[in-house]
């Protein structure tokens, strides 16, 4: 549910809400120069490893969420009767998040509700569906429609997934269902066309082609980024332990398999997109989703990364 959640406010890690600060640069010569051969420290090394190439942490700008933008997002969020506890509410509000909900059976009717108008089951559900007309004025129709679509899809296999406990997995055979199924969950395309707007990027042709690879992008770097952590709780339910699966290999080779696949999405939207206004906003987005990882507790990477500190 907490991808839900990041869509909902992805603007808290949008280009026009940063408080920008000189660049800063993670020196990793020594980070990963005899290290020992754990779990941890491969996943370490890996995920510093990517950085290196991608030179992606000489793109961090995050220096906290700008002022305006909290008290603006907190005085929305209490204006709305949303049924959730304070403490959770300011939970996700110091994330740089508004909603969260556990209301399962009302996120099973929502796209049932969504396309034939029937009022929502919960208030953060009827807010949602006012959003999505809001997202209108801001997104060309194209990238409104992407938004939708991929939000409907999220909840079309996050159900699926809670009521049937998703598919048996089995072997090569299931690669492409695999990937399949890591797109819909994963709201990448939510997220790439949010990159942007309509205002600053009136034309989609000019970075349509690029779609594909920033979407893919966005679900595989929170695979990449949640690793640890899921390791560190024993789970084994999840995007990196299926790649391995089906391919016979360890986790840790899928790891850093994805991990050179999001730097080989990245140069591919370089190649495309250059250095545009359009390439310029990918920039940032790429810097910022993946520093927004390193700053949410719940990752831990603070103890796997403290250098990125």
Sequence with gaps: MDRLIYYLLFAFHSPWTYKSSPTRI???????????????????????????????????RFR????????????????????????VLEKYLTLGLIMATTAYQALREFSSRFCDGTPQLHPILSHLVSELSVI???????????????????????????DEGGTQVHGA???EYVDYFRWK??????????IWPRALFPETRRYIQAMPYASQFACLAND????????????????????AAIRSQTPIRSLQDIADKLA??????????????????WDVFAAGFIE??????????????????
């Design 26 to 60: 993670v020196s990793l010569e020594k980070s990963v120069e005899a290290l020992p051969d754990t779990i941890d420290h491969q996943t370490r090394r890996i995920i510093l490893k990517f950085f290196e190439r991608t030179r992606m942490s000489g793109r961090f």
């Design 64 to 87: 906290g969420i700008d002022p305006a933008v909290e008290r603006k997002a907190r005085e929305i969020a209490r204006s709305w009767e949303l049924a959730v506890p304070q403490n």
């Design 136 to 162: 209108r004025d801001h997104y060309s129709s194209y990238g409104a429609n992407a938004i939708t679509v991929s939000l409907l899809d999220f909840f079309n296999a996050e159900m699926f997934a809670r």
């Design 173 to 175: 055979q299931a690669a």
């Design 185 to 194: 969950t994963g709201l990448g395309e939510a997220f790439a066309a949010m």
């Design 224 to 243: 990449l980024l949640s690793f640890y952590k899921e390791v560190r709780a024993g789970e084994t339910d999840n995007y990196v332990s299926q790649h």
């Design 264 to 281: 080989d999405l990245d140069e591919q939207v370089h190649s495309l997109l250059g250095d545009s206004p359009e390439g310029q906003a």
């Design 292 to 309: 927004c990882h390193l700053h949410i507790p719940r990752y831990r990477l603070k103890e796997l990364l403290p250098e990125c500190f």
